[in-house]
T-cell receptor, first 113, second 113 residues
Framework: DSGVTQTPKHLITATGQRVTLRCSPRSGDLSVYWYQQSLDQGLQFLIQYYNGEERAKGNILERFSAQQFPDLHSELNLSSLELGDSALYFC????????????FGPGTRLLVL | GENVEQHPSTLSVQEGDSAVIKCTYSDSASNYFPWYKQELGKRPQLIIDIRSNVGEKKDQRIAVTLNKTAKHFSLHITETQPEDSAVYFCAALLSGGYQKVTFGTGTKLQVIP
């Protein structure tokens, strides 16, 4: 157990819908990262927040947005969902902003029908 | 941006043999290179990392080597065991920079008992 929690574990929804994924970092970690892992694909970095501020941006679609709240938990919002958005979404956390030593959560499996 | 290539995509070894996975990166500014292990259906876990001021790092049966000039780094697993079977991802980033972490496409390692 990495100490990073994600909810929900599974999510099934329809095309065009909007969902919110939640992540709580390890105690003391100020950075949260979001990743997308499609079937048989590698890890695609989406976005990083550090202490409430956006720190780095990856291949995040305009339909997706994220934020980190004062209690350091983070939410990833996915809207106008398409079939191709079906994937495992991981969040990770680290103590500082550097990107080093990331601890991953168990992931949220999203299925868009 | 950074591009990370990882080879091979699949690797089968007999139990007790060694396994080597290689990655090359494109951005000479990258200075932090982690390796993650992802067992089937589970989260990626950091197993070893190396910084650009070090050429080699070892942790029991796992070692990572870095050649900055050639811009490649490798994961070495000795005396492989069935529990080493997993997908291994390499990554590269500029630690502390405002840039995304880039992952390789993964290597599926199968250790045959």
């Amino acid at each position: 157990d990495s100490g990073v929690t994600q909810t929900p574990k599974h999510l099934i929804t329809a095309t065009g819908q909007r969902v919110t994924l939640r992540c709580s970092p390890r105690s003391g970690d100020l950075s949260v990262y979001w990743y997308q892992q499609s079937l048989d694909q590698g890890l695609q970095f989406l976005i990083q927040y550090y202490n409430g501020e956006e720190r780095a941006k990856g291949n995040i679609l305009e339909r997706f947005s994220a934020q980190q709240f004062p209690d350091l938990h983070s939410e990833l919002n996915l809207s106008s969902l398409e079939l191709g958005d079906s994937a495992l979404y991981f969040c990770a956390s680290s103590e500082g902003p550097s990107g080093e030593t990331q601890y991953f959560g168990p992931g949220t499996r999203l299925l868009v029908l | 941006g950074e591009n990370v290539e990882q080879h091979p995509s699949t690797l089968s070894v007999q139990e007790g043999d060694s396994a080597v996975i290689k990655c090359t990166y494109s951005d000479s500014a990258s200075n932090y290179f982690p390796w993650y292990k992802q067992e089937l259906g589970k989260r990626p876990q950091l197993i070893i990392d190396i910084r650009s001021n070090v050429g080699e790092k070892k942790d029991q049966r796992i070692a990572v080597t870095l050649n900055k000039t050639a811009k490649h780094f490798s994961l070495h697993i000795t005396e492989t065991q069935p529990e080493d079977s997993a997908v291994y991802f390499c990554a590269a980033l500029l630690s502390g920079g405002y840039q995304k972490v880039t992952f390789g496409t993964g290597t599926k390692l199968q250790v045959i008992p």
